[in-house]
């Protein structure tokens, strides 16, 4: 007879993502969680805000620069790698992230409660 209870089976981690979400970077500073409370009181999409606050909570609170690849996003967001990829496409057209590009490395800066110069100041 078959068992009545189903069986829960967490997905495996890769290795360099089995870290607490809250660790000391190799800077010395901590990951944003002020950051994360900014975003959540933006207006957005649900997978556009998801992306957003993944980022916002890998990010160091004094640089507000994160680089976790498309993959780990993925992973962490539930989405699949174009899915990320659409949603960085999103918030980095409306200037809420900012692509850094260093060769082939990624950094994102995330332009959550910071005053943003409009096309009509100087």
Not at 15 to 31: A, F, Y
Not at 38 to 55: H, N, P, S, T, Y
């Amino acid at each position: 007879m078959p068992s009545t209870g189903a069986t829960f089976r967490c997905p495996r981690r890769p290795p360099s993502e089995v870290r607490s979400p809250k660790r000391l970077t190799s800077h010395g500073d901590w990951m944003s969680h002020h950051l994360t409370n900014q975003a959540w009181d933006i207006e957005l999409r649900g997978m556009q805000k998801l992306v957003l606050l993944c980022l916002s909570h890998l990010s160091v609170q004094t640089t507000r620069e994160c680089s976790p690849s498309i993959a780990r996003l993925a992973y962490l967001c539930g989405l699949s790698t174009s899915g990320v990829r659409q949603q960085l496409a999103t918030l980095v057209g409306l200037g809420l992230v900012e692509e850094l590009r260093d060769g082939r490395l990624v950094h994102y800066r995330v332009n959550v409660g910071v005053a943003r110069a409009t096309d009509g100041e100087a």
